[in-house]
């Protein structure tokens, strides 16, 4: 599998326009961009989708599939994402069973997405209501990543794309990840005083952060593309943060991947400390840098209730363990393999 290819857009546009079969997948919600790479390239056919958790089924992909054979998409088709990170993994799996495998490239239109979810080839749909079961490794040809294409994105999807931001610097970058916490919360008391802020999305700034934890991303996945290592790393907080995510799906209730993914990294940091793995006070920090943030620092549910679907997590290994990401401190994490239900045995 070849390592990721990050492009801007009009890096992307000059690459795309020779596509002798190019189709495009959007969400629905972002028509405005789909419009614009329809009429700035060669673009055959286009399909919307409605995206949710729970439409990122197989028989999502079983539609997208019928109409790919409708409009006579041969092996030499390559196939545009355009959405969020529910769009890019419907779409890539889609690319990587059709006719057993055509190219996909991405657009990502949301933080999380361009930060993590639309690079390093992971694709698949949910299972029964638990995440990603189904999948397959598939590198997109490219991965587009244009600010502007932010700037629709509204308050709680960008805190959910920060919390996969911020997990980035806190596995790879620990310094970037103390600038970025430190620069929010100036922008956040600037905009109290009703000044012009930096949290905004077009900021130069929250710019040169994406590059940067796609760049991580990119460099993580060249080394183990499939997961077989090193690029584990990327789960920190996504253990806990897909169990969340299931009970909440199970009592009906609103919580999105990356505010899951927020709250499973402040139990993985919990977890860190227990086992010794990090000093005693990290979790206090990360909880009040989040809680600043405006992420979630707690978890609705009793950890006991979250124990079946850690156990069934697709990162589950032999003799009733998982692989979890602990963290040392911002910036070093490691990988250890434990019982699925150690939170509950620790003190």
């Given at each position: 599998m070849n390592a990721p290819v990050l492009l801007s857009l009009s890096e992307a546009l000059a690459r795309l326009?020779?596509?002798?079969?190019?189709?495009?997948?959007?969400?629905?919600?972002?028509?405005?961009?789909?419009?614009?790479?329809?009429?700035?390239?060669?673009?055959?056919?286009?399909?919307?989708?409605?995206?949710?958790?729970?439409g990122k089924t197989l028989e999502t992909v079983q539609a997208l599939e019928r109409w790919l054979l409708q409009e006579d998409a041969s092996r030499g088709a390559l196939l545009l994402a355009v959405g969020g990170g529910i769009t890019t993994d419907l779409v890539g799996f889609a690319a990587a069973i059709y006719k057993r495998g055509i190219r996909y490239a991405n657009v990502p239109t949301t933080l999380l997405a361009q930060v993590d979810a639309a690079i390093g080839g992971k694709t698949g749909v949910n299972l029964d209501g638990y995440k990603n079961m189904l999948g397959a490794f598939r590198m997109p040809e490219c991965t587009v990543l244009e600010a502007a294409f932010l700037r629709t994105l509204p308050a709680r999807e960008f805190r959910c794309g920060l919390a996969?931001?911020?997990?980035?610097?806190?596995?790879?970058?620990?310094?970037?990840y103390a600038a970025l916490v430190s620069s929010l919360k100036l922008a956040q008391n600037e905009d109290e005083e009703g000044k012009k802020g930096t949290s905004s999305l077009k900021s130069a700034q929250m710019e040169d952060d994406i590059r940067r934890a796609a760049a991580i991303k990119a460099q993580i996945v060249t080394e183990d593309p499939e997961e077989h290592g090193i690029r584990a790393k990327l789960n920190l907080g996504h253990t806990f943060g897909h169990a969340i995510e299931h009970a909440a799906r199970q009592k009906g209730a609103d919580i999105t991947h990356g505010e899951a993914v927020a709250m499973g990294i402040l139990l993985a940091a919990e977890l860190s400390e227990r086992l010794g793995v990090a000093q005693k006070g990290l979790s206090a920090q990360l909880k009040a840098d989040f809680s600043c943030?405006?992420?979630?620092?707690?978890?609705?549910?009793?950890?006991?209730?979250?124990?079946?679907?850690?156990?069934?997590?697709?990162?589950?290994?032999?003799?009733?363990?998982?692989k979890f990401v602990l963290l040392r401190a911002p910036g070093d994490v490691v990988l250890q393999e434990l019982p699925y239900d150690c939170y509950l045995h620790t003190k």
């Open positions: 326009q020779a596509e002798p079969e190019l189709f495009v997948v959007y969400d629905a919600n972002v028509a405005w961009v789909a419009s614009q790479l329809t009429e700035a390239l060669p673009v055959r056919a286009s399909m919307a989708l409605e995206t949710s958790e729970e996969e931001l911020l997990k980035t610097f806190l596995i790879g970058d620990g310094p970037a943030l405006g992420l979630p620092v707690g978890c609705p549910y009793p950890v006991e209730d979250l124990v079946e679907a850690l156990r069934k997590d697709k990162k589950a290994v032999t003799g009733g363990k998982v």
